[in-house]
Nanobody, 123 residues
């Protein structure tokens, strides 16, 4: 069983930056594909980014490419999401997720989820 705990959310003005972190426990972190998703009120959960086990494979949603960077530190069992140039439309609860086999964009591909951290971007 893998436990994921996100941190780093908050309130920021448009154009600002935040760095989210997700720390894992209970599994072999470096064997898991890690991803970030987000969910805004009244909307479905959407893919943001994922990173392969040894950071060789990255994928981003078009809406965040060039502004967000996903990275991982396997020694710290932590995955990060650096967000710059934040926009009001980035406001959502951000979730960390892990997968054993498929580096996909569908939430169904992921086995374990964190509780989420709120990111609010004011205009």
């Amino acid at each position: 069983q893998v436990q994921l705990v996100e941190s780093g959310g908050g309130l920021v003005q448009a154009g600002g930056s935040l760095r989210l972190a997700c720390t894992a426990s209970g599994g072999t972190f470096d064997s898991y594909i890690m991803a970030w998703f987000r969910q805004a009120p009244g909307k479905e959960r959407e893919f943001v980014a994922h990173i392969s086990t040894r950071s060789g494979g990255l994928d981003y949603a078009d809406s965040v490419r060039g502004r967000f960077t996903i990275s991982r530190d396997n020694a710290k069992n932590t995955v990060y999401l650096q967000m710059i140039g934040l926009k009001p439309e980035d406001t959502a609860v951000y979730y960390c997720a892990s997968a054993k086999w498929i580096a996909g964009r569908d939430p169904i591909d992921y086995n374990y989820w964190g509780q989420g951290t709120q990111v609010t971007v004011s205009s």
